[in-house]
């Protein structure tokens, strides 16, 4: 009786919560959610353009005004209405890959690696050589085969931090994706290798949580690291 009203309860809260994502409104949805507009939308989006027309030189500028917003806002925490900014640049220009960029780290922050992604590889078409873009693109590889232990995501995870070291050797976060990827190759030696390579260039980048399973692996070589 107790396991069926378990079970009953989780049922519950699964459709409660299925019906809230379903509920959001799609404002605060990366590319509003991606839905069909009814005709008041469309109108309502005609008349922000026509004022935007109105305030700046070009719609190219306009976007880049709502990413920074969009970026202010981000950082005090208030992520709904960051992504309602960015929704509003990327409305302005489709083309501004940072719109992307956004989308990608605002929905791997909630633990949306693969939706993410979608939108990491949008802004890479757009910018293919920007280091820090292919190093999260990396990192949400890493967190799905966290999940997910499958060879290819940890590949594409090396492949893109590597390609992000040769664009950018001074990006410290791209050799500390790299490092995660030896460790979970179970190559120690090499993920301690990037590990100092990543805290030569910016000590605050290294993450003392993955360290510490580091360690619990193997002993640092250069004992800068030490277990407690």
Same mark, same amino acid.
């Given at each position: 009786?107790?396991?069926l009203?378990?079970?009953a309860?989780?049922? /519950?809260?699964?459709?409660?919560?299925?019906?809230a994502?379903?509920?959001?409104?799609?404002?605060?949805?990366?590319m509003f959610?991606?839905?069909?507009?009814t005709? %008041?939308q469309?109108?309502?989006?005609?008349?922000?353009?026509?004022?935007c027309?109105a305030?700046?030189k070009?719609?190219?500028e306009?976007s880049?005004f709502?990413? $920074?917003?969009?970026w202010?806002?981000?950082? $005090?925490?208030q992520?709904?209405?960051a992504?309602y900014r960015?929704n509003?640049a990327? /409305?302005l220009?489709?083309?501004?890959?940072?719109?992307?960029?956004?989308?990608? /780290?605002?929905?791997?922050?909630?633990?949306?690696?693969?939706?993410?992604?979608?939108y990491? $590889?949008?802004?890479?078409?757009y910018?293919p050589?920007?280091?820090?873009?292919?190093t999260?693109?990396?990192?949400?590889?890493?967190?799905?085969?966290?999940?997910q232990?499958k060879?290819?995501?940890?590949k594409?995870?090396?492949?893109?931090?590597?390609?992000?070291?040769a664009?950018?050797?001074?990006?410290s976060?791209?050799y500390?994706t790299?490092?995660?990827?030896?460790?979970?190759?179970?190559?120690?030696a090499?993920?301690?290798?990037?590990?100092?390579?990543?805290?030569?260039?910016?000590? %605050?980048q290294?993450?003392?949580?993955?360290?510490?399973?580091?360690?619990?692996?193997?002993?640092?070589?250069?004992?800068?690291?030490?277990?407690?």
């Amino acid at each position: 009786m107790k396991r069926l009203l378990f079970v009953a309860v989780a049922l /519950l809260v699964t459709a409660t919560l299925s019906f809230a994502q379903e509920q959001k409104d799609p404002k605060v949805l990366p590319m509003f959610g991606n839905q069909a507009k009814t005709e %008041a939308q469309q109108l309502k989006d005609q008349k922000f353009l026509s004022s935007c027309d109105a305030s700046f030189k070009t719609r190219q500028e306009a976007s880049n005004f709502f990413m $920074e917003r969009g970026w202010e806002y981000f950082s $005090e925490g208030q992520v709904d209405t960051a992504v309602y900014r960015f929704n509003l640049a990327w /409305l302005l220009n489709p083309d501004n890959s940072n719109t992307y960029w956004a989308f990608g /780290l605002v929905t791997s922050g909630k633990g949306n690696n693969a939706e993410a992604i979608t939108y990491y $590889e949008k802004a890479l078409a757009y910018q293919p050589k920007n280091s820090m873009l292919l190093t999260d693109l990396a990192s949400a590889y890493i967190n799905i085969y966290k999940t997910q232990p499958k060879k290819k995501n940890l590949k594409k995870a090396s492949v893109y931090s590597e390609q992000a070291i040769a664009n950018d050797s001074t990006n410290s976060y791209a050799y500390y994706t790299l490092s995660q990827v030896k460790y979970h190759e179970k190559k120690y030696a090499d993920a301690w290798a990037y590990v100092h390579k990543s805290r030569g260039i910016n000590l %605050a980048q290294i993450d003392y949580d993955f360290v510490t399973e580091l360690l619990a692996k193997m002993p640092d070589p250069q004992g800068f690291f030490k277990a407690d």
